[in-house]
């Protein structure tokens, strides 16, 4: 009788509603962002914003592109039915944040915080997101697809219906997070940190296996000989 393969049937997150791309919003590099402000139905390219002070920022219905935020405070925002294209968000504070429905394309994040935050129906994909910290953040149906996510925080976070596909996770901290379902098949789990109870319900494939068995026995002081 043939092996069968076990296959996972997960549903790819939804693809934010967008405005039409030619309809660009005027905005320069001098407008300062404020608490509370809301953007909604905006199409924004190529703005040097970084170093921004707000928080509870509303965006909806919006494209960015080559959009820098990097060096901000921007905790408490809310982000739905958006897509990032190259822009840049790294070393924000970006703690309690609500993200719904959005793609971030080609977008680096290194260092960000987005700690105890909500995260669901969005695609990374061929994004930077070394050092990111999403301590305590709660992911629904969200795929990392050939991102660079090395020594990140995932720490006691809900990643149950989370798939990471060719990604770099080497160095991450898994320590007390949910991880039954989440499909790790294809990406770097080289030197992860995490505990045996922690990868309950995890979906590996077999060369990840290997790796996992050799750091636990490492971890678990099992001595390993051959015959």
Known sequence: MPN???TLDKKLPSSPSLPDETC???FDNTNALK???EFSDIVLTDLDMSGQAAAMLVLKYARLKQIRLSDSIMPKAQLVDARLESCDISNSDCSDTRINKVALI???FVGIKLIASKIS???L???LGELAQFYGTKFRNTRFQNCKLR?????ACDLSSTAFFNCDLSGAEFYDANLQGTDFRGSDISQIKIQPKDLKGAVI???QALELAQYLAKLLEIEVLDV
Do not use: H, P
């Open 125 to 127: 994909d061929n994004c």
């Open 4 to 6: 069968k393969r076990k």
């Open 151 to 155: 020594n990140a925080d995932f720490r």
């Open 205 to 207: 494939d077999s060369n």
């Open 106 to 108: 080609n977008t680096k």
């Open 24 to 26: 660009l919003t005027q």
């Open 35 to 37: 608490d509370e402000d």
């Open 121 to 123: 129906e969005c695609l």
